[in-house]
């Protein structure tokens, strides 16, 4: 029989794909009960480096291990070429449409996206308005999430252009596989990911305002309570800067400074991990303190660069994602490389009226929502849960888009009887500087642990594992 | 109209202040019917006053103070020339199309409340969509009693609108968002009233709402007082809520209790001689 989906080793059941060749035999020949001993070494290890994942609406376990997969997701070097193409178009087009969001708007002067979803969108951030950013950098770290459906098709699901998050499990998975098989890595070539922080170092201090003098760069996290707290204080320590929350940083005279031990020292760029909302309480939420007061004075006065840009949310939101094609083709003048998934503006009635029809089949998720809370996976769900949804659709139709259930590609993955197929999507992630774009060979491979389901997101049950692009 | 205002805000801090920073829009621009004769900001106090311009075009100062800061006065002082426009505001400085005033913001959500009101002038405004504006201007200014205790400046429009009771800032982000809900672009706008019952010393500034109309432009309308702006009426500022508009934002580092006084003076010019 042939499986519904494409599975990444044996693709539609025609054997083993030539890329998973050297890891299938190993597989094969590896006793079980070391791969089991492995797993469990596999286990510990996280538990020591302490990686964690706070899950929302989980009281009993704030902090919990995301489970790691310790069969890697493999890709060939040539499919990933043309991947790493796409993306790059992607992130180049999401850069070029920000800046006309905040610049002329030629885009909506075209027709192309409506005025209302840019000027009413919840991330558009009015205070952005004609400020030259350094390079004109928005999304100065993009995480892409991509799925497959065959052999040649990759679709992007989401772009992430806020704080997208994740890489840090890119890293530590890859140092725990090197720990836990260095025979795998001696067979094969496999492209090295620890040049990340390195690359989104560069990154950062290609943005600088202060040209001629060594940038300080500062890694801004909305502190201890962050789910992503860990991969905050992690990547601070691998790029070698400081790890700050608002009260670390003062304004004065339009200037960003740090409070240190040896007196204030002038800020150039910062690495923000808080939400524009939080950012500083004279312009965004009164109520915030977590930012830093006048922080967007400085940043207007042009003499602080953010990574990513204040307003960038505007871009990776659910409607403006429906109109990525045009967007691409608008600024490059380029076919997508890329595909995106097919999308029902459900702000549109027509719409509306066939997502409603067609609840069973599709995929209905909200317009801003994110981490999988807040969706509708048709075909999983009951008869009353479609019911209550359909309500929440027709009560808010802008508020949402409905796609058709994807069959994501599968990859071997160990769970309970042995080693079975799961569905996984792809993380990679787009580093644009003002020199030039950086994409480290991989990204985070998220898996869906429970059999048959397609929510990947690890505060859903996901867990993850190491993504190799092989050398050629 | 020759209109005179002084308007000084004093902080003190007991223990004092480490550091402040403050956000000021307290600096009107001309526009048809409103000629800025002359104005002057001073912060008594050590510090740059930085000039520039928020992204809707208001004019703002902005300035840090160093501690040990135990007081500081910001004053403003100046003379606007008005002319009645029957509310009708034109030669403003614009930065966006008219439909960014429909985004909603935390303080002008719409809540069930508020939906209510819509509903009520919903078909008035159908028919004639100025005098469907003056209508919710007139029922806010009918349901809603004034109270200077009984909202904040963090209170949401839905939830003052359900009190019924609350100051111009409130009475405003109501007309907002109920106008915003019918699909009129609309704005909060802060400023300074001279008042007609002669009472020149006032404990705050005014903010009224101002919505946009097909033909017309920008219209003001003022819930509090159920008409709309003469040229007893000072434009400062105008943004999306009184966050966006607000005269003094500030934050501050350190210190103990802080206490503020305010004094606004709107007169006739020509009596500043008497006071």
Same mark, same amino acid.
């Given at each position: 029989?042939?499986?519904?989906?494409?599975?990444?080793?044996?693709?539609?059941?025609?054997?083993?794909?030539?890329?998973?060749?050297?890891?299938?035999?190993?597989?094969?020949?590896?006793?079980?009960?070391?791969?089991?001993?492995?797993?469990?070494?596999?286990?510990?290890?996280?538990?020591?480096?302490?990686?964690?994942?706070?899950?929302?609406?989980?009281?009993?376990?704030?902090?919990?291990?995301?489970?790691?997969?310790?069969?890697?997701?493999?890709?060939?070097?040539?499919?990933?070429?043309?991947?790493?193409?796409?993306?790059?178009?992607?992130?180049?087009?999401?850069?070029?449409?920000?800046?006309?969001?905040?610049?002329?708007?030629?885009?909506?002067?075209?027709?192309?996206?409506?005025?209302?979803?840019?000027?009413? *969108?919840?991330?558009?951030?009015?205070?952005?308005?004609?400020?030259?950013?350094?390079?004109?950098?928005?999304?100065?770290?993009?995480?892409?999430?991509?799925?497959?459906?065959?052999?040649?098709?990759?679709?992007?699901?989401?772009? *992430?252009? !806020?704080?997208?998050?994740?890489?840090?499990?890119?890293?530590?998975?890859?140092?725990?596989?090197?720990?836990?098989?260095?025979?795998?890595?001696?067979?094969?070539?496999?492209?090295?990911?620890?040049?990340?922080?390195?690359?989104?170092?560069?990154?950062?201090?290609?943005?600088?305002?202060?040209?001629?003098?060594?940038?300080?760069?500062?890694?801004?996290?909305?502190?201890?309570? *962050?789910?992503?707290?860990?991969?905050?204080?992690?990547?601070?320590?691998?790029?070698?800067?400081?790890?700050?929350?608002?009260?670390?940083?003062?304004? !004065?005279?339009?200037?960003?400074?740090?409070?240190?031990?040896?007196?204030?020292?002038?800020?150039?760029?910062?690495?923000?991990?808080?939400?524009?909302?939080?950012?500083?309480?004279?312009?965004?939420?009164?109520?915030?303190?977590?930012?830093?007061?006048?922080?967007?004075?400085?940043? !207007?006065?042009?003499?602080?660069?953010?990574?990513?840009?204040?307003?960038?949310?505007?871009?990776?939101?659910?409607?403006?994602?429906?109109?990525?094609?045009?967007?691409?083709?608008?600024?490059?003048?380029?076919?997508?490389?890329?595909?995106?998934?097919?999308?029902?503006?459900?702000?549109?009635?027509?719409?509306?009226?066939?997502?409603?029809?067609?609840?069973?089949?599709?995929?209905?998720?909200?317009?801003?929502?994110?981490?999988?809370?807040?969706?509708?996976?048709?075909?999983?769900?009951?008869?009353?849960?479609? !019911?209550?949804?359909?309500?929440?659709?027709?009560?808010?139709?802008?508020?949402?888009?409905?796609?058709?259930?994807?069959?994501?590609?599968?990859?071997?993955?160990?769970?309970?009887?042995?080693?079975?197929?799961?569905?996984?999507?792809?993380?990679?992630?787009?580093?644009?500087?003002?020199?030039?774009?950086?994409?480290?060979?991989?990204?985070?491979?998220?898996?869906?642990?429970?059999?048959?389901?397609?929510?990947? *997101?690890?505060?859903?049950?996901?867990?993850?594992?190491?993504?190799?692009?092989?050398?050629? | 109209?020759?209109?005179?205002?002084?308007?000084?805000? &004093?902080?003190?801090?007991?223990?004092?202040?480490?550091?402040?920073?403050?956000?000021? &829009?307290? +600096?009107?621009?001309?526009?048809?019917?409103?000629?800025?004769?002359?104005?002057?900001?001073?912060? @008594?106090?050590?510090?740059?006053?930085?000039?520039?311009?928020?992204?809707?075009?208001?004019?703002?100062?902005?300035?840090?103070?160093?501690?040990?800061?135990?007081?500081?006065?910001?004053?403003?002082?100046?003379?606007?020339?008005?002319? %009645?426009?029957?509310?009708?505001?034109?030669?403003?400085?614009?930065?966006?199309?008219?439909?960014?005033?429909?985004?909603?913001?935390?303080? +002008?959500?719409? %809540?069930?409340?508020?939906?209510?009101?819509? /509903?009520?002038?919903?078909?008035?405004?159908?028919?004639?969509?100025?005098?469907?504006?003056?209508?919710?201007?007139?029922?806010?200014? $009918?349901?809603?009693?004034?109270?200077?205790?009984?909202?904040? +400046?963090?209170?949401?429009?839905? $939830?003052?609108?359900?009190?019924?009771?609350?100051?111009?800032?409130?009475?405003?982000?109501?007309?907002?968002?109920?106008?915003?809900?019918?699909?009129?672009?609309?704005?909060?706008?802060?400023?300074?009233?001279?008042? @007609?019952?002669?009472?020149?010393?006032?404990?705050?500034?005014?903010?009224?709402?101002?919505?946009?109309?097909?033909?017309?432009?920008?219209?003001?309308? %003022?819930?509090?007082?159920?008409?709309?702006? +003469? @040229?007893?009426?000072?434009?400062?500022?105008?943004?999306?809520?009184?966050?966006?508009?607000?005269?003094?934002?500030?934050?501050?580092?350190? /210190?103990?209790?802080?206490?503020?006084?305010?004094?606004?003076?709107?007169?006739?010019? &020509?009596?500043?001689?008497?006071?």
């Amino acid at each position: 029989m042939k499986p519904r989906a494409f599975d990444e080793m044996g693709g539609f059941g025609e054997g083993c794909r030539p890329c998973y060749a050297a890891l299938k035999r190993w597989l094969d020949d590896a006793p079980s009960d070391l791969l089991d001993q492995r797993r469990k070494e596999a286990e510990l290890l996280f538990r020591r480096i302490g990686i964690t994942f706070a899950v929302y609406g989980e009281q009993a376990a704030q902090e919990r291990l995301i489970p790691f997969d310790i069969i890697p997701r493999v890709i060939a070097g040539e499919e990933w070429r043309k991947l790493s193409l796409g993306l790059e178009q992607r992130v180049k087009a999401l850069n070029a449409f920000l800046k006309d969001v905040y610049g002329n708007r030629e885009i909506v002067r075209a027709g192309v996206v409506p005025e209302e979803l840019i000027l009413c *969108n919840p991330y558009f951030r009015p205070e952005m308005a004609q400020l030259r950013l350094v390079g004109d950098i928005y999304v100065a770290i993009a995480g892409i999430d991509v799925v497959r459906v065959d052999a040649d098709t990759f679709y992007v699901l989401e772009d *992430n252009a !806020r704080t997208p998050s994740g890489v840090s499990y890119m890293l530590e998975n890859r140092e725990a596989m090197i720990r836990l098989f260095p025979e795998l890595f001696a067979r094969q070539s496999i492209a090295p990911v620890d040049g990340y922080p390195d690359e989104l170092l560069a990154t950062l201090h290609s943005i600088t305002p202060r040209r001629g003098e060594e940038p300080c760069v500062v890694l801004l996290t909305p502190g201890p309570y *962050n789910s992503a707290y860990y991969e905050h204080s992690f990547l601070a320590d691998k790029l070698g800067v400081e790890l700050v929350e608002g009260r670390d940083l003062f304004v !004065r005279d339009e200037m960003v400074f740090m409070r240190t031990t040896q007196g204030p020292k002038r800020v150039d760029v910062i690495y923000s991990r808080i939400d524009d909302d939080f950012l500083d309480p004279l312009v965004f939420r009164p109520d915030s303190v977590l930012g830093v007061p006048g922080l967007m004075l400085a940043y !207007r006065a042009g003499n602080v660069s953010l990574a990513n840009a204040v307003g960038t949310g505007v871009a990776d939101d659910k409607a403006i994602y429906s109109y990525m094609p045009e967007i691409v083709r608008f600024y490059l003048g380029e076919e997508p490389i890329l595909q995106n998934v097919p999308t029902w503006r459900c702000r549109e009635p027509e719409a509306l009226a066939y997502v409603l029809d067609h609840l069973g089949d599709l995929v209905v998720k909200e317009v801003n929502g994110s981490g999988g809370y807040g969706m509708l996976v048709g075909p999983a769900a009951d008869a009353a849960t479609r !019911r209550l949804f359909a309500e929440k659709l027709k009560r808010r139709p802008d508020n949402f888009i409905a796609q058709p259930t994807l069959a994501l590609s599968t990859c071997p993955t160990f769970v309970g009887s042995g080693i079975a197929p799961r569905h996984v999507d792809l993380r990679p992630f787009v580093l644009t500087g003002a020199d030039k774009v950086r994409i480290v060979p991989g990204g985070l491979t998220r898996v869906a642990l429970v059999e048959g389901s397609l929510v990947v *997101n690890s505060s859903q049950g996901g867990g993850t594992k190491d993504t190799w692009i092989l050398g050629e | 109209m020759r209109i005179r205002v002084s308007h000084t805000t &004093r902080y003190d801090y007991s223990p004092p202040a480490k550091s402040a920073i403050q956000l000021l &829009r307290l +600096t009107p621009r001309s526009h048809e019917g409103q000629h800025v004769r002359h104005w002057r900001i001073d912060v @008594d106090a050590q510090c740059r006053l930085k000039a520039g311009e928020d992204a809707l075009g208001n004019i703002t100062h902005a300035f840090t103070l160093e501690g040990p800061i135990q007081s500081f006065s910001v004053t403003v002082d100046g003379e606007v020339e008005t002319q %009645d426009s029957a509310g009708v505001v034109r030669g403003t400085v614009e930065r966006f199309p008219p439909g960014l005033f429909l985004r909603t913001t935390a303080l +002008t959500e719409p %809540d069930d409340a508020i939906l209510a009101l819509a /509903g009520e002038v919903r078909e008035a405004m159908r028919r004639d969509p100025i005098a469907g504006l003056h209508d919710l201007s007139g029922t806010i200014h $009918a349901r809603m009693g004034f109270d200077t205790e009984a909202t904040t +400046t963090a209170t949401k429009a839905g $939830a003052a609108l359900a009190l019924g009771h609350g100051v111009c800032q409130d009475f405003a982000h109501i007309f907002i968002s109920a106008a915003r809900f019918l699909g009129v672009p609309a704005r909060y706008v802060s400023g300074y009233l001279l008042r @007609d019952d002669g009472l020149v010393v006032q404990e705050a500034g005014h903010a009224w709402a101002e919505a946009h109309v097909g033909g017309l432009g920008w219209v003001g309308f %003022d819930p509090a007082h159920g008409l709309s702006p +003469t @040229d007893a009426y000072v434009r400062l500022a105008a943004a999306l809520d009184y966050h966006g508009a607000a005269p003094i934002l500030g934050s501050r580092y350190g /210190g103990g209790q802080e206490s503020l006084d305010v004094s606004v003076r709107v007169e006739h010019a &020509r009596r500043q001689i008497q006071s």
